[in-house]
């Protein structure tokens, strides 16, 4: 669902009542203000309509041309070397060295310094923009509202959501009707060559950005270095660097899209970012990391933190008949160096799973939580060409040390106040999923489980991720009865064995890559942390330590610690 009264509540942020902010009312410049703005350089088709109050400081003007009505309340600060039409401007503040600013309000504690032109003629078009939420064709379009989250954009792009379009659409134009031109309190710009029809809050920092045209940049946000932001919204403290190009799209809060990264007709979620790559009509969740040159497109990720690698093709939404196929990521989903991904694709039952460097899979529905896809050792006998290795668990067993830092890492990495953002890895629905496909597996032989796609599983395989299904479950069922504080003696024994499997599991998993580097690499130990020094590893052992002593208070005291 979307709570609407949560958005409109929001979206007041963006439009400004001047009776409601007490400003000071100005008065016609009388003739000995008019030649002592002329003698410093002023100049206006109608000195009539430019008004400043009783408490400005003229000496502070040079240089000015005005055109229109112009309000001015300048107590402090500068206005010089630019040409203002229809404006109100409220200080003090300093404008100086512009071309051109025309029917935008400007607050206290800006500076504008410069920059070409700064222009409104009519709303933002992002106010009329719309993202293709998961498929490139429009199927599950998604109008453009400045205060959506990642969940927002998802749930209209699905079939529930839907029939709530229009609606949001509406609520939308309401918003649009009413918003005005204004740079907001405290923000900076400097070096822009041109900002039209946008509307930019307070704290915001834009310098040397290439435009921005029909956008909305909110509180904290920043665009910097060339970045290109076109019918767009830049959200709470999020920024586009370095060449960045966004059209018809919004950054979530804190997320960043940086070093000629691309995002059009999308989402990119809280705390993501998106460096060199392109993203095309998709919803990408938090906490997503796309750091390299790669493509995702027509993608359905809403709940993001995964990770994609450099030159990772997720992108073969086009059959030569229509760019119309999509897929949709498993929550915490990391595709490898240069994987290429057929489309359509649906991992979203499985999350936190892997899919291994430099390989091509097939259209297909994959529903394994914590997994590997990768290239088989030695194919059977009966496996189709093309098919690759599923190992169910996995990264529970095997690689259990990157599954808890990211649990770790994904509540240290969050900075979003406004976005409702879950970081949780072991969550109740995943836990579901994991229950689910332990129940296939052991009720199947490995050449007939469902949910395996274009896969195939082999018995050892089926066996292990039964064993890492059943651990995982269990050592989350304990747990929480440890917080309730309701485990019995038997239990925290047991528990306590998990524990250390879990401690055990998790730092083998690291130490597999300092053997495979020290065998590689002469200095690789030399360079790096010791696997005592590794933060996460402190961080573990500190848990381990605080849980262990605690379960030990509640009735263990006698068993040893192997």
């Keep these: 669902m979307i ?22 009312k100005g008065t016609a410049v009388t003739g000995n203000q008019i030649e002592k703005l002329k003698t410093q ?24 041309c005005f055109q229109g009505e112009v309000h001015i309340h300048l107590p402090k600060g500068a206005l010089s070397d630019t040409a203002f039409e229809n404006c109100r401007i409220e200080g003090p503040l300093t404008v100086r060295f512009n071309r051109k600013i025309t029917a935008m309000t400007l607050f206290p504690g800006s500076k504008v310094e410069y920059c ?19 498929v490139e064709t429009g199927e599950r379009r998604v109008p453009v509202v400045p205060h959506f989250d990642h969940n927002d954009v998802a749930f209209l792009g699905s079939e529930a959501g839907r029939e709530t379009v229009e609606e949001c659409i509406l609520l939308r134009n309401d918003i649009r009707d009413r918003l005005k031109g204004v740079i907001g309190r405290d923000t900076v710009v400097s070096n822009c060559s041109c900002i039209r029809n946008s509307v930019i809050l307070g704290k915001v920092q834009i310098s040397n950005a290439g435009a ?59 705390d993501s970012v998106l460096g060199e790559g392109e993203v095309t009509a ?15 497109i027509a993608a359905m990720w809403p709940g993001g933190r995964g990770n994609i690698g450099y030159g990772a093709n997720i992108g073969s939404n086009h059959t030569s008949r229509l760019p119309d196929q999509e897929i949709k990521p498993g929550t915490g989903q990391f595709f490898g160096l240069s994987t290429s991904v057929k489309f359509p694709a649906d991992f979203s039952r499985s999350p936190f799973t892997i899919i291994a460097t430099g390989l091509t899979t097939l259209p297909q529905r994959v529903d394994f939580p914590f997994s590997l896809i990768t290239l088989p050792h030695k194919r059977p006998q009966d496996v189709p060409d093309g098919w690759c290795r599923l190992i169910p668990g996995w990264m529970l067993y095997e690689n259990l040390y990157s599954v808890l830092r990211n649990a770790w890492k994904y509540r240290n990495r969050l900075k979003a106040v406004h976005t409702s953002v879950d970081t949780s890895v072991f969550s109740e629905e995943v836990l579901e999923l994991v229950g689910d496909a332990k129940e296939r ?21 089926r066996l292990a991720g039964i064993e890492a299904y059943r651990k995982c479950l269990r050592s989350m069922g304990l747990w929480n009865k440890y917080l ?24 083998s998993s690291r130490m597999k890559d300092y053997k495979r580097g020290e065998r590689i690499i002469d200095d690789y130990l030399a360079v790096r942390k010791s696997p005592e020094e590794d933060e996460f590893i402190q961080i573990l052992e500190a848990f381990y330590t605080k849980t262990r002593e ?3 208070s509640k009735g263990s005291s006698g068993e040893s610690d192997r």
């Design 550 to 552: 605690g379960l030990k």
């Design 212 to 270: 921005i045209r029909g956008s909305i940049l909110m509180a904290g946000a920043s665009v910097r270095d060339g970045a290109l932001v076109r019918n767009s919204v830049i959200q709470w403290n999020a920024s586009a660097d370095s060449y960045a190009i966004i059209e018809n799209s919004i950054v979530g809060e804190c997320a960043v899209v940086e070093k000629h990264g691309k995002l059009t007709d999308s989402f990119l979620g809280a």
């Design 116 to 134: 070409g032109s700064i222009h409104w003629d009519s709303t933002p078009g992002a106010m009329d923009a719309f993202m293709n939420a998961g």
């Design 3 to 24: 709570d609407l009264n949560r958005v409109t509540e929001l979206a007041e942020e963006l439009v400004y009542d001047e009776t409601g902010l007490n400003w000071q």
């Design 441 to 461: 597996l052991e009720q199947h032989s490995c050449d007939s489980i469902p949910g395996t796609g274009k896969n195939f599983v082999t018995e050892e395989d």
């Design 484 to 507: 309730t504080d309701s485990l019995n003696s038997s239990e925290t024994g047991e528990m306590l064995d998990l524990l250390r499997y879990a401690k055990s599991a998790t730092i």
């Design 41 to 64: 350089g002023c100049r206006s088709d109608n000195w009539s309509l430019v008004m400043f109050t009783p408490e400005s400081d003229l000496s502070l003007v040079g240089n000015c």
């Design 282 to 296: 998709c919803v990408v969740g938090p906490l997503t990391g796309i750091h390299h040159q790669s493509l995702l």
